[in-house]
């Protein structure tokens, strides 16, 4: 149970509020009946105020009490938290926090939340029925004074009292029930009690006071609790000290999830038995104190696997409510200096909709303190009022040390002990250190009879003659208005007899349980709130105001889920169908929440995100209410292992070997989040190579597989990995192979050499071939495989029937320094050529033997240019890839020509041009060109430096089909010779978009400008490619254009040239990196 608490006698004496103000304790409402009308003179307060004792939600249309145009008692104008006079139209709505028992929190630190929106700009709220605490920005409030002295408060409020507020507008077009709670600077909820209401009707007008929060004064006892994870409730058997980090948040702490251990340290008695410990005391946070007597202090516990945060993780709760199997609770009695076990039950959230797990605490509880004073005639003597001439001590009221009580009046004790062993005290008196006392009636483990509760060691009757009764919460809060619904009201004074009346309507079923709970049936009754009263049989009567909200809700319907299966990892967008779908509504995946629930405006469909899986196989789906009707669809979602999300052969596809011989080992690049990344095989990741016939499905049982091994990272960042596999004795003939990937060794995805799509084709399978051995001259491999444009790469070619004299030809050109080494083996220096692809022929013995494809031309460099900002001689003309054949479109900014290579550790560019230093030179990579992932340059956001900004401008267009960006390198214009510009000035570097539209990765390279040109180093393994020949090819593209400083505009010139002639790209450059 929360408590709803009194508001502060400062709020109540300002305006008429929403909520009951009195002088009873923190724990309880006890309203006035004497509600004052719009014509009252000055009311009939006797506590000073002006008559206004907040117990009824009415506003009049110039903001005063209906009398003489002001609205407080202190020459003021009232709460003129809205600078001046309240809008035509408006309701100024001021809302208050009293922190001024504990003084712990600060101007800003308190929010006012709510089913609300607000507008910062102009102060006011419009009405909004979802209001999660990170939906949007909140009022803050403050302790500053009003708004008239310099401050943020209302009027008539005092500067640094330890009471907080703030005032908004709301301009009411129909009745509306505003709901309001208090967030933390945290964003975490802080609110006491049942949501506050406030109704606000059309024509209202001028100021009131909604309501708020009083935070009770800390008290002097800790508390411990417990949770033994061997004891757990059935549904949660998974959870184990091995696979899960325990948490708790409750009302203690401000709802701040907590890691509880048991290490038997901080309260936690014996190390590694499975029972995880919370002390509060180790706990604190800045707004935390010490609990007190009758605190009741709701909590909740959450399992979150072990590379979890608690925000992901699952509450102990089942289907809806908390459970308490397992959970234990004490509390420190600091007068006996004990641990007292305490009782955990469940008790209703602030919604009223589930009920939390909670803590009564026990101990005696002050009737008044200085906050809370006794009635007229009474004195606060040891935090019990009594009347002003009661006898100045008895045997429960201890005089003052050195002296005893003597017929009601304290004299001078006798020097010597009042009671020994040799003195022992009169009947009903025990001797404790020397003084006599009376003998307790009752303890914990001695209780008082039903009917008695045991306070102070006596037994005293559970209803003080006279007392109201008071009602601090409805469970639930909501209920069809054909009534019907069963509900449990609790508070305080209930009678053996009382009656329930919901509106004007008496409630049927009523029985009183105990003297703080009630039963009863609620009637039909009309759309809307109504007051909850309770009637004892001697008349007085305690009310909740808009306790209870009469709704046409229906009790949901669930027909059908969709889709009906999704990945064990959670995050599958499901829709659900049905009916009666409330705003509010939650989902529940077997005992698993769903989050990003949406409800449809008919009530007809939901969508939600699924959550984590406790394990393959189907569930139950339910979708609870904010009334807590439900519905369920058993078995509606079957949770599957999930797919790897990425796997891809590497080159070579296609192998030819003759019979006798193995082909080499074949080689497959994998990635799955949270699973490759990082060094090492993924764990998990099972990983084998198949063989099958030509042209056939690698399902078919024709295929063999054989398990692979983990040879490495690979990819950008090393975030994949590297698996091999090596062929079995295969008879000739022709055959494909693929990888199979799979997280559970039954769910598999098959990988082709096509990188685009994750469904397997037919035709992008690697193929080898097992050959007879053929007639004459042939060729059977040829390493390495790829060489420079430049020529001068030594080949080894292996084959049959070679013979001295035999000549080698690429593409036709004759190759120089053939060696015939033996029969089955030539060597041979490659000559200059273009790049791509070439057939390699041998002729030998006026036979000619050809291999298609059989070696590639790449860029490779034979030395490295110097990176000086000059673009001269070390850059070979054979490495130039672009001109610019467009006419210069801004003046002082022209592209020439682009030049690129590679080595074994760096891509190199070379750029001649110039910029002026406004501008900005940026070249767009895509590491994995025809894929079409990464970004688009016109899809980027992220704006951290001078450099972020251009890159991210959105100018330029790109119309490639498959491209798409994963780095970004550029510069701002520079003339001097040799300056080195890195990442860390922000005018300068390299970008990798790995990170998302909204966060760029800054990454280490070489920008160097010169006269007339810049030069970029960039090492392969930041771009996630393997040292040369380690790893797969890879084609890369860019393209180079120049913007101005805020990536707004492009000019027309490009490397390569844009064919419109305008700076749009339609045209890219193509490298192969080996």
């Known amino acids: 149970m929360r408590l709803l608490l009194p508001l502060s006698p400062l709020f109540c004496a300002l305006s008429l509020s929403a909520i009951g103000c009195g002088t ?131 009027g008539g409020q005092t500067k640094g009292d330890g009471i907080f507020s703030t005032e908004v507008l709301f301009a009411p077009t129909e009745e509306t029930v505003l709901e309001f709670g208090a967030l933390n600077e945290f964003g975490n909820w802080i609110w006491i009690g049942p949501n506050g209401q406030l109704t606000v009707k059309p024509g209202d007008g001028g100021r009131v006071v909604a309501g708020g929060v009083t935070f009770p ?279 053996t007899g009382a009656t329930v009346r919901f509106g004007t309507v008496d409630a049927t079923n009523v029985a009183v349980k105990t003297t703080g709970t009630l039963t009863a049936t609620v009637p039909p009754g009309n759309l809307g709130p109504v007051t909850v009263t309770v009637k004892n049989p001697d008349g007085k009567e305690g009310n909740y105001p808009n306790g209870f909200t009469y709704t046409s809700f229906a009790a949901p319907t669930l027909t059908k889920v969709a889709p009906t299966s999704g990945k064990l990892e959670g995050g599958d967008a499901v829709t659900l169908t049905g009916t009666g779908f409330q705003p509010g509504a939650t989902v529940r995946f077997g005992l698993a929440s769903a989050s990003q629930v949406s409800v449809g405006s008919d009530g007809t469909s939901l969508s939600c995100t699924s959550p984590v899986g406790e394990g393959k196989g189907p569930v139950d789906v339910t979708v609870i209410n904010p009334d ?88 950008l960042s090393d975030n994949d ?106 060597t041979a220096k490659v000559p200059a050529a273009s790049a791509g692809p070439v057939t390699v022929s041998v002729t030998s013995g006026g036979a000619t033997a050809s291999r298609t494809e059989g070696f590639r031309y790449t860029y490779l460099l034979s030395g490295a240019p110097a990176i000086d900002g000059v673009i001269g001689a070390d850059w070979p003309p054979a490495m130039k890839l672009a001109d610019d054949t467009a006419e210069a479109g801004w003046d002082n900014n022209d592209l020439d020509v682009l030049y690129a290579g590679f080595d074994d550790e760096y891509l190199y560019i070379g750029i001649a041009g110039t910029v002026e230093a406004a501008n900005v030179l940026a070249l767009y990579l895509d590491t994995d060109f025809g894929s079409g992932t990464g970004f688009k340059p016109e899809a980027l956001s992220d704006n951290a430096g001078a450099l972020d900004n251009a890159l991210a401008g959105g100018a330029i267009k790109v119309f490639v089909p498959g491209f798409g960006a994963e780095f970004a390198a550029g510069a701002f214009g520079g003339t001097g010779q040799g300056i080195a510009m890195l990442d860390g000035t922000g005018m300068a570097g390299l970008r990798g978009f790995g990170g998302g539209a909204g966060d760029f990765w800054w990454l280490n390279a070489d920008i160097v400008w010169g006269m007339g040109g810049v030069e970029l180093r960039i090492a392969r393994d930041t771009l996630g490619i393997a040292p040369g020949g380690n790893g797969p090819g890879h084609e890369l593209a860019f393209f180079v254009r120049i913007v101005n400083q805020d990536g707004e505009y492009s000019s027309p010139e490009g490397l390569p040239s844009s064919a419109n002639g305008d700076g749009s790209v339609d045209t890219i450059v193509r490298l192969w990196v080996d």
């Open 217 to 495: 004064k800390f008290g002097d006892r800790d508390l411990r609790v417990a949770i033994d994870l061997a004891a757990l409730d059935s549904n949660f058997a998974s959870i184990t000290a091995e696979t899960h980090s325990v948490y708790i948040k409750g009302t203690m702490n401000s709802w701040t999830a907590v890691q509880i251990l048991d290490n038997g340290k901080q309260g936690d008695e014996t190390e590694g038995d499975g029972i995880f410990t919370y002390l509060h005391s180790s706990k604190l946070g800045p707004h935390d104190g010490l609990v007190f007597p009758g605190q009741h202090v709701q909590f909740v516990f959450v399992f979150a696997f072990k590379e979890s945060e608690p925000a992901d993780g699952q509450e102990y709760k089942f289907p809806v409510d908390a459970l308490t199997a397992g959970v234990t609770a004490a509390t420190w009695d600091p007068t006996s200096e004990t641990w007292v076990p305490e009782p955990v039950i469940l008790e209703p959230d602030s919604y009223g909709n589930v009920k939390n797990t909670s803590v009564v605490i026990s101990g005696p509880i002050a009737e008044c303190d200085e906050f809370t004073p006794c009635p007229l005639g009474e004195t606060c003597d040891a935090g019990t009022c009594v009347p002003d001439d009661a006898p100045e001590c008895s045997p429960l009221k201890q005089c003052p040390a050195g002296e005893v009580c003597d017929g009601g009046t304290c004299v001078p004790e006798d020097t010597g002990p009042e009671c020994s062993a040799e003195k022992p005290c009169q009947d009903g008196y025990i001797c404790l250190v020397g003084s006599c006392v009376e003998k307790p009636e009752c303890s914990a483990e001695e209780p008082c009879d039903d009917g008695f509760l045991c306070q102070s060691g006596k037994c005293i009757v559970d209803i003080p003659a006279g007392k109201t009764p008071s009602v601090s919460l409805i469970d639930p809060a909501k209920g069809p208005a054909s009534g019907g619904t069963p509900v449990v009201i609790s508070g305080a004074n209930f009678a």
């Open 628 to 715: 807590k009707q439900q519905a369920t669809l058993v078995g509606g979602f079957e949770y599957q292992a999930g797919l790897v999300q990425f796997a891809v052969l590497v080159a070579p596809f296609d192998l030819s070997v003759p019979v006798g011989s193995t082909p080499d080992a074949a080689r497959v690049q994998i990635y799955h989040p949270g699973v490759t990344p990082g060094q090492g095989a993924g764990t998990g990741l099972y990983v084998e190579l198949g063989v099958g016939p030509e042209n056939s499905e690698p399902a078919a049982a024709s295929w063999t597989w054989k398990s692979a091994t983990y040879v490495g990272q690979a990819g």
């Open 24 to 154: 009873d304790d923190a724990a309880s409402v006890e309203p006035s009946t004497d509600v004052p009308s719009a014509t009252d003179d000055a009311g009939d307060a006797s506590d000073g105020v002006d008559g206004f004792d907040g117990t009824a939600d009415v506003v009049t249309p110039d903001g005063s009490d209906g009398s003489d145009g002001s609205d407080a008692t202190d020459g003021t104008d009232g709460l003129d938290g809205v600078d001046g006079d309240v809008p035509e139209g408006f309701v100024a709505i001021a809302f208050y926090a009293d922190d001024s028992r504990n003084r712990s929190y600060l101007d800003g630190q308190i929010q006012f939340t709510g089913s609300f929106a607000w507008d910062k700009a102009k102060n006011e709220i419009t009405y909004a029925s979802s209001w999660l605490p990170n939906e949007r920005e909140w009022p803050k409030l403050y302790d500053d004074g009003p708004i008239s002295e310099g401050g943020h408060e209302a």
């Open 721 to 826: 990995d590297l698996w091999e596999g090596a062929f079995p004795t295969l008879t000739p003939g022709a055959y494909d192979f693929a990888f199979r990937c799979s997280l559970d060794g039954e769910t598999w995805v098959y990988a082709d050499r096509d990188s685009t799509t994750m469904t397997y084709a037919i035709s992008a399978a690697g193929t080898v071939t097992i050959a007879e051995p053929p007639e004459g001259i042939a060729i059977f491999g040829i390493s390495p495989s790829f060489g420079s444009v430049l020529g001068g790469t030594t080949i080894t070619i292996t084959g049959q029937d070679f013979v001295d004299g035999a000549t080698v030809a690429l593409n036709g050109a004759a190759a120089t320094d053939v060696d015939v080494v033996s029969a089955t083996e030539i």
